[in-house]
């Protein structure tokens, strides 16, 4: 399967691995990011700007944004450790950008055919599995991404009648953080969870839509 796509935060680490994937596959793919195009979840005028001025349809619109370590807050271990700016900056992050993208998606998705919306969650935001504690704001903000694009596909479902919008979860992909943060996990390069995840949405159907989805196609509990 080709197309067109979009991937939110072309410039990332997994952002850039599934703009490679893509357009080694044959894809049109288009990126924004916050390096390259002034792409700042803390400007949303900006935000909604950039969107604006595309056309689409798309038939992947890919959200790779997010933060655990944001102005050098890490996850908090304590309930004491809870600060208000760093709770704010994780809902802006991993929560309200994604959101400010969300607006758009109608406008930008094909309603003739199969289209995808998903953005990369974690599975730390799922209050089911949540056994250990801790990661206060990371967790909440990931949970809240959660309700909008579960929200996102049933509003989305009543117009476009194909189209699946699902969260994702990577993994521990390799990075500066993970190496600190993912102690006793098995990691995967950005490369590798590119490619899993779009083997993942290259098996969804609408039936799957409004779920939250892990590397491995397996379902997470919210």
Known sequence: MTGSALIIGASGGIG?????????????????SRSVDGFDYADPD?????????????????????????????PEKALKQIDAAALEAQFRTNTIGPALVMRHAARLLPRDRRATV??????????????LGGWYGYRAAKAALNQIMHGAAIELARTHKQA????????????????????GHDKVTP????????????G???EDTGLFFDWQGKRVVW
């Open 16 to 32: 850039a691995a599934i703009c490679r994937h893509l357009d080694a596959a044959g894809w049109s793919v288009a990126g924004l």
């Open 46 to 74: 900006a935000v909604d700007r950039l969107l604006s001025t595309l056309d689409g349809p798309f038939d992947l619109i890919f959200i790779a944004t997010g933060a655990l370590e944001i102005d050098g807050h890490g």
């Open 118 to 131: 998903a953005a990369l969650s974690a599975r730390v935001g799922s209050i089911g599995d949540n056994r």
């Open 164 to 183: 699946v919008c699902v969260a994702l979860h990577p993994g521990t992909v390799e990075t500066d953080l993970t190496a600190v943060h993912g102690a």
């Open 191 to 202: 490369d590798q969870a590119a490619a899993n995840l779009l083997g993942v949405l290259d």
């Open 204 to 206: 969804l159907t609408p």
